[in-house]
């Protein structure tokens, strides 16, 4: 079973913090991964794509891949009231004779002002 | 240029009809994905397409449901003899290709009574 898992939360973070939000993944062989943002009510969008181990640095975000341990994480810094949302973590999967895109069901994030 | 669109962006039916729910995807992209969500949930993959053809249909909760993608293009998502179950937002994305950045449309609301 082709599986990625996040804590669904709520994670709690205050105003300024540091919000580290994690995901795993079942297939060794997973080549590409994505952090989506959600709003409530509205559709998910993109927020980085990291495809080599190590970190990716886009402004207030950092995005960390362990291929070894299977985990990929999404680091916000200097977290914002609007960085309130679900984030949601997806994984390429290798299933008989096809390649697809895994999502996991996302962890619930609220900054607190 | 333009995002992926869906129409309509809320439906209203009665319990036992058939609904059509419509996606025009990004120009260009290969690959066109439906997923369901009910509040508060997280994504269901229903189907995706690679050009005209569904690799992978296992998402589709019974045989109600069925898709259709024409012309490397627009795809539809039918919905047969609906149910109350059946509501949720329908999502659409689409991709460059299978291991890309997926693009979502904004929804369908989808409300049996």
């Known amino acids: 079973q082709k599986e990625v898992e996040q804590n669904s939360g709520p994670l709690s973070v205050p105003e300024g913090a540091i919000a580290s939000l994690n995901c795993t993944y079942s297939?060794?062989?997973?080549?590409?991964f994505f952090w989506y943002r959600q709003y409530s009510g509205k559709s998910p969008e993109l927020i980085m794509f990291?495809?080599?181990?190590g970190d990716k640095e886009d402004g207030r975000f950092t995005a960390q891949l362990n291929k070894a341990s299977q985990y990929v994480s999404l680091l916000i810094r200097d977290s914002q009231p609007s960085d309130s949302a679900t984030y949601l973590c997806?994984?390429?999967?290798?299933?008989?004779?096809?390649?697809?895109?895994?999502f996991g069901k996302g962890t619930r994030l609220h900054i607190l002002p | 240029g333009a995002g992926v669109s869906q129409s309509p962006s809320n439906k209203v039916t009665e319990k036992g009809k058939d609904v059509e729910l419509r996606c025009d995807p990004i120009?260009?992209?290969?690959?066109l994905y439906w997923y369901r969500q009910s509040l508060g949930q997280g994504l269901e993959f229903l189907i995706y397409?690679?050009?005209?053809?569904?690799?992978?249909k296992s998402g589709l909760p019974s045989d109600r449901f069925s898709a259709e993608r024409t012309g490397g293009s627009v795809s539809t998502l039918t919905i047969q003899r609906t149910q109350q179950e059946d509501s949720a937002v329908y999502l659409c994305?689409?991709?460059?290709?299978?291991?890309?950045?997926?693009?979502f449309g904004p929804g369908t609301r989808l409300l049996v009574l």
């Open positions: 997806a994984v390429n999967m290798r299933v008989p004779r096809d390649d697809k895109i895994i």
């Open positions: 994305a689409s991709s460059l290709s299978v291991q890309e950045t997926q693009y």
């Open positions: 297939d060794r062989g997973s080549q590409s």
């Open positions: 397409f690679q050009g005209n053809s569904a690799p992978d």
């Open positions: 990291i495809y080599s181990n």
């Open positions: 120009s260009g992209h290969t690959a």
